[in-house]
């Protein structure tokens, strides 16, 4: 159904989402190119001033809904609208205006959900909730930017709809945490959606998500949702939209459950997926805010693997780091998604990349991989959680396979395709140097990282990444000024590295943007 709403006064829509890499805006070739005029790293992309913005002219100009969902491809039902007028604050924290004339209804909600859920004023960060009734003056400026869809932040295996059930049996109230690493939040920031499986909801009267910290050996309950018993249909997969958005978790948080029964001898049937290393630990009552002892005192007899695989929705990240161990931070840090629970985030150079340039990231590493292998997942993995930057590493595995020269750099250039359908920078991390490799291996991985660097370079503005200089040495016997060796202050085991190893290999990644 097509409904018309007049509008009276200058309203500015922007219909792409905002390239950037990083803090700054970007080019691309793919259909959704940035309304804000390219600019240099570090500044910030100003759409109310920029020269090529889409405006619409004023005076009872009527947007159809089927017109404006076109014009804005919105995939996940929110909006950010934005104001450079100075009474805009006022708006926002009263959520009317007396001289406003134009009222937003329910527009985009035919499954009960609104699009004008969030607002924030030009140039301020704060960011207001408004209803769908609130009026805006007829003397502001007004600009609609689309947000970007909804990814997963958790879980890594799919959501269970085959298992043993799990619940509260005879008890009023009882309590979980998921203990599996592929469960645990792989990003910072705030989550606005869980997706999970309930097969029987009977006199349940109150299932809340917990999000959990550990701290040692005990766990603090940093927050917790709304009863989610209402945006629940048993016997299906729910995508449940929070009412209150979760805010502040960080990555390596855990999530659980508290159900409330009205009935003591119901069972609510969470479905437990076998979780490689998993366990559920339970609470016969409410297990309390903080210092709580999960591992101690437990009530399931039999903790391993088991996971309820519930999975939770965060705005993309700016970063995703994609390979194999080096990635994932071994011997130290194993990534949220790889099954063994090892847990030291600092130690892995993706954390360092992050916190240096101040972005959000997710970081998609798992041992033992080949770039053959790190190219089948790198839709799901990599594109699909929509970042603006990759950064790929990988091939120590294909030197040990002797994967073909020809397979090598076909996988490197479907990865990189990938990313540039994506609209996403990639920045390419060559074979790192590598102690336990054979000087045969060595000569090799020189001449692949030559070949990989030069097919990057064919890429409009992507990197290749050399850390040889920083981390390398010389190893006597070799080739003439070959750096095949780690430096012995960064050298783990001949393969992976120190923790002040990665945090070289970060700053070499932060170098070349900042220096591209």
């Known amino acids: 159904m097509v409904v018309a709403y007049r509008i009276k006064f200058p309203i500015v829509i922007f219909i792409t989402t905002v390239w950037v890499l990083l803090t700054g805006c970007g080019n691309s070739d793919n259909i959704n190119d940035p309304v804000c005029p390219s600019i240099n790293t570090g500044s910030v992309c100003d759409p109310v001033n920029s020269t090529n913005e889409t405006r619409l002219e004023p005076d009872a100009i009527e947007i159809s809904v089927d017109q404006l969902e076109e014009e804005i491809p919105l995939t996940d039902p929110t909006c950010i609208i934005h104001t450079d007028k100075p009474e805009a604050p006022d708006l926002w924290n009263t959520g009317t205006s007396s ?61 269970a709809t085959e298992g043993t059930p799990v619940g509260s049996e005879g008890y009023s109230v009882r309590e979980c945490i998921c203990f599996a690493q592929q469960l645990r939040i792989r990003q910072d920031g705030v989550i606005y959606m869980i997706e999970m499986y309930a097969e029987d909801l009977t006199d349940t009267d109150r299932l809340i998500l917990t999000i959990w910290r550990q701290y040692g050996d005990t766990f ?76 101690g005192g437990h009530d399931d007899a039999s903790p391993h693997g088991r996971g309820i695989t519930a999975r939770l929705y965060m705005r993309p990240p ?102 540039e359908k994506g609209g996403i920078q990639a920045i390419v991390l060559g074979i790192l140097p590598w102690t336990s490799g054979s000087d045969s291996q060595m000569i090799r991985r020189d001449a692949l990282n030559a070949m990989v660097s030069d097919l990057v370079k064919s890429y409009d503005g992507y990197l290749f990444v050399d850390t040889d200089t920083i981390i390398g040495t010389h190893r006597v016997g070799g080739e003439p000024g070959n750096l095949w060796d780690i430096r012995d202050q960064y050298d783990c085991d001949g393969i992976h590295y120190t923790q002040q190893g990665y945090y070289k290999i970060a700053s070499a990644v932060v170098d070349a943007i900042i220096h591209q």
């Open 318 to 419: 700016d970063i995703v780091a994609i390979g194999d161990s080096i990635v994932s931070g071994h011997p130290h840090h194993t990534s949220f998604i790889e099954p063994i629970h090892r847990t030291n985030i600092e130690a892995s150079f993706p954390y360092w990349v992050r916190t240096q340039l101040g972005v959000s990231s997710q970081t998609m590493g798992i041992g033992n991989t080949s770039i053959g292998e790190i190219e089948a997942r790198f839709a799901a993995d990599c594109v699909n959680l929509r970042p603006r930057v990759a950064i790929i590493e990988g091939g120590i595995k294909d030197l040990n396979l002797g994967t073909s020269t020809a397979d090598y750099l076909t996988s490197w250039e479907n990865v990189l395709d990938q990313c």
């Open 220 to 295: 603090f309950r940093f927050a917790e949702s709304e009863n989610l018993i209402g945006h629940l249909v048993p016997n299906q997969v729910n995508e449940v939209m929070l009412n209150e958005p979760i805010t502040g978790v960080l990555e390596g948080d855990f999530y659980g459950f508290r159900i409330h029964q009205s009935g003591m001898e119901v069972r609510t049937q969470l479905v437990r997926s076998d979780v490689y290393h998993g366990h559920i630990f339970w609470k016969n009552e409410n297990a309390g805010d903080s210092d709580v002892d999960w591992f």
């Open 99 to 159: 001289t406003g004339d134009l009222s937003f209804p329910d527009l985009f909600a035919p499954d009960n959900r609104t699009i004008w859920q969030s607002a924030i004023p030009y140039g301020s960060g704060t960011l207001e909730s408004f209803t769908p009734e609130t009026q805006f003056s007829p003397y502001s400026q007004i600009q609609m930017l689309p947000i970007p869809p909804l990814v997963p932040v958790s879980c890594y295996p799919d959501i």
